[in-house]
């Protein structure tokens, strides 16, 4: 019997990848999707055996469907996959009962290898979630300024050096061919990791570590 799949997800573009993904996998069944938290919500009731799950959604926290979702269906196995990658987010996340955690960086094809590794007993993690765990671990067993520069991955610096220099969301969500959505999910990512609540307090401190160089 195939494994039932389901996923919450806003952004249109991944929601349709993983889903084809799963769909083409013989030994895997997509059965529902959401992309709010609140049909998310009502979602649970689908039976299935694995579900996926973004962390920032429109009109809540996956974290606490995640909890919700492990206290109800104590044998359902659940994925993350978020643009969130630091250590925080992942601690957070298995805590409230994520047993993978994989980036949106990350190819879909991932996702059908994760859900076979969860049914299985794994617990698959991205690589680049890996490193940005150890960093933290290393970080605190150092002061130097190397171990406290935020890690940022490739795709946020790409994004914040774009936005230093006026592009807009849906300009920088064309160049990357990702959503809007998606584009806000990584600066919302950055701004936590810079601990800033703007582009410009972003971007100063970006430059300030070292992360990117403004060109004149």
């Known amino acids: 019997m195939s494994a039932r799949v389901a996923l919450i997800e806003d ?29 998310g919500r009502a979602l649970l009731d689908t039976p299935m055996e694995v ?4 962390l920032a959604l429109p009109d809540g926290s996956g974290i606490d469907l995640i909890r919700e979702a492990s206290a109800r269906f104590p044998n359902l196995k659940i994925i993350v996959v978020s643009i969130f990658g630091d250590a925080s ?9 994520a047993h993978g955690y994989l980036l949106k960086s990350a190819d879909p094809g991932e996702a059908a290898d994760a859900i076979r590794a969860v049914l299985t007993g794994g617990a698959p993690i991205s690589p680049a979630v890996a ?21 940022l991955s490739d795709k ?16 920088v969500a ?11 999910d990584h600066v ?11 582009r410009s ?14 060109k004149d």
């Not at 933290?136 to 067993?141: E, F, L, V």
Request: glycine share 6%; charged share 20%.
């Open 11 to 39: 952004d249109p573009i991944l929601r349709e990848a993983v889903t084809r993904t799963i769909s083409l996998a013989p030994d895997l069944e997509f059965v529902a999707a959401a992309e709010t938290a609140a049909a």
């Open 51 to 54: 579900l996926l799950i973004d």
């Open 89 to 97: 987010s992942v601690v957070n996340a298995i805590e409230a009962g």
């Open 131 to 151: 490193g940005h765990i150890l960093a933290r671990i290393r970080g605190r067993a150092s002061v130097s300024p190397a171990a406290s520069t935020p890690l």
């Open 156 to 171: 946020e610096v790409a994004i914040l050096t774009e936005l230093s220099k006026g592009f807009r969301y849906k300009e």
């Open 174 to 184: 064309r160049l990357h061919g990702i959503s809007p959505n998606t584009v806000g």
């Open 188 to 198: 919302k990512s950055i701004y936590r990791k810079l601990a800033v609540n703007s």
């Open 201 to 214: 307090e972003a971007v100063f401190e970006a430059v300030q570590a070292g992360i990117i160089q403004l």
